[in-house]
């Protein structure tokens, strides 16, 4: 028995045969590419060339563009790059399901990090022989442009109809904002019931409409256009004012000046539907499009503010707002610096006739390059003391969305309620921290993470917050084994022994907690 083992940790499985892996994919393709049948097809390949499948690798409903949202493909990254690999073979069914990427480089470069460690990829439903040859790689790169074609392709058919849809007056994803609800409908057009905050449809035939949401919140939106054009106060002024009365958003949250601006603004307050304002094509990088890229349908929803007192609250916030030159922006900057003493987002966002700091970083590349033209240079940024207490106030809603995560995937959680640590399932441990985004002063942003060198989980979740640290940009799942310093500092990118573990959600550390009955793992 001793020498079985051995031979398997030697790459060799049973009766001297080659031991691989199985890796599987699949989004929303056709049936034949199914989990199953791709298995099917690897483990036939496999007995062909006498190798033993030992393990399969599974991403199930991911898309092939990247890589980092797909924990089956990471994990099989990382045991490959760890060297805990005790196999030789990777086996795909295709290229395509390799991955799909944009740059068809990077399918090339995960197959050479395997070949550096000794571990050959396999495709076996293609033509040609995974032997190295020429012509073989020949193929193997048209092969992997095909696979990036069709997925732009695809992109273009999907955008082509979800415009469509939104001409025809259907809402395609989001929240439905403030004083307003989603309707589900079915085929025929006729009213199901209304979606809870998180819920989706479940039957691709549904359709959603926006309909007026509860009578408080739709008198709440009518006084903030009522405050805004014929009172004259200013987001700031209106935010204060629903604070005081006790009104929240539909996340919960007290108001601000960005949240009474987006209800001021919004199209959908007057019955349009509006589409592609930001895009995400390929999921490579968000776009914020000008108008004329918009796809517009007038009066789909039933409105809940007039049409003429929106396009004043418009005319009000274009005026303010007008295109100034890069001299007079500064100018106003300069004249802030005077009068205060110092500068920061914070200090420029408050100003009621001032841009938004964000214009001034978008037109000068960062704050800290708009300083720099004015003469000044901060000691400080004074906006992580707001950030961090905006984090503080969060980290007990994240820590309870992922305990919700985890018993819904049907694991089971304790939290400790003096440190939060958790306890999954009595085994292991995991502690939620949140990554502040800072920046250089180039303008890059930056992470710092922070082990918690006391309560020692297994895991930590890092949080990693997007700039201007009010929405989570994407999570790390860091095991304490892996982490030997006490804190790991983060770019955008870090190479994939740290980028690794990183995931665009959490679902990889609930699919981790779930549980599974001994006849399942069997």
């Not at 020498?3 to 994919?25: C, E, K, M, P, W």
């Not at 049948?37 to 006498?50: D, F, K, M, V």
């Not at 995960?110 to 040859?133: I, K, M, P, T, W």
């Not at 110092?342 to 390059?369: K, N, Q, Y």
Request: glycine residues 8%.
């Amino acid at each position: 028995m001793g020498d079985r083992v051995g031979d398997r940790i030697a790459g060799v499985g049973l009766q001297g045969r080659v031991r691989a892996v199985a890796y599987v994919r699949m989004s929303t393709d056709l049936q034949e590419f199914s989990p199953e049948n791709q298995l099917a097809a690897i483990r036939a390949y496999a007995e062909r060339r006498g190798f033993e499948v030992v393990r399969t690798y599974e991403d199930a409903g991911k898309s092939g563009l990247r890589a980092d949202n797909r924990p089956g493909h990471q994990s099989l990254m990382i045991d490959i790059q760890s060297g805990r690999a005790d196999f030789e073979v990777v086996i795909a069914y295709d290229v395509s399901r390799w991955g799909r990427f944009q740059n068809a480089d990077e399918a090339a470069f995960y197959e050479y990090l395997c070949a550096r460690a000794g571990v050959s990829v396999h495709y076996c439903a293609e033509q040609f022989e995974n032997d190295g040859s020429t012509i073989s790689n020949v193929v193997k790169s048209m092969k992997r442009m095909m696979a990036g074609e069709y997925s732009r392709e695809l992109s273009d058919k999907v955008h082509a109809g979800q415009s469509r849809l939104i001409k025809k007056g259907f809402r395609q994803g989001g929240m439905a904002g403030f004083g307003l609800r989603r309707m589900l409908l079915d085929e025929r057009g006729n009213r199901k019931f209304e979606l809870s905050l998180g819920d989706r449809k479940s039957l691709q035939t549904d359709r959603v409409i926006l309909v007026p949401g509860p009578s408080d919140e739709v008198e709440a939106v009518r006084r903030m256009y009522r405050m805004f054009v014929i009172e004259g106060l200013s987001e700031r002024g209106i935010a204060d004012v629903l604070n005081a009365e006790g009104v929240v958003t539909d996340l919960g949250r007290p108001w601000n000046r960005a949240t009474v601006h987006e209800v001021l603004t919004n199209a959908k307050y007057v019955g349009d539907n509006v589409f592609n304002r930001v895009s995400f094509r390929l999921k490579q990088r968000r776009v914020v499009n000008a108008p004329g890229q918009w796809v517009r349908a007038p009066g789909a929803f039933a409105p809940i503010v007039e049409m003429q007192m929106q396009a004043a609250a418009l005319a009000i916030i274009e005026e303010r707002s007008r295109k100034l030159s890069d001299d007079e922006l500064l100018a106003l900057l300069r004249d802030l610096l005077s009068e205060v003493g110092a500068l920061s987002s914070l200090v420029i966002d408050e100003r009621e006739a001032m841009p938004s700091s964000s214009v001034f970083a978008t037109r000068f590349g960062s704050l800290l390059r708009a300083y720099e033209l004015v003469g000044y240079r901060p000691e400080r940024d004074y906006r992580y003391i707001e950030d961090n207490r905006e984090l503080r106030r969060r980290h007990p809603e994240v820590v309870a969305e992922v305990v919700a995560g985890i018993r819904a995937s049907g694991g089971r959680v304790a939290i400790d309620g003096e440190t939060d640590l958790l306890a999954v399932n009595e085994e292991f441990t995991a502690s939620v921290v949140i990554a502040r985004c800072v920046e250089t002063q180039a303008g890059h942003p930056r992470w710092k993470i922070r082990f918690d060198a006391d309560l020692v989980p297994d895991i930590t979740v890092a949080v990693r917050m997007a700039q201007g640290n009010r929405a989570t940009r994407d999570y790390y799942l860091l095991p304490r084994i892996d982490m030997t310093e006490p804190r790991l500092r983060l770019a955008e990118s870090n190479g994939l022994s740290l980028d690794g573990y990183r995931f665009e959600s959490l679902d990889f550390l609930y699919a981790l907690s779930a549980r599974a009955s001994i006849m399942e793992a069997a």
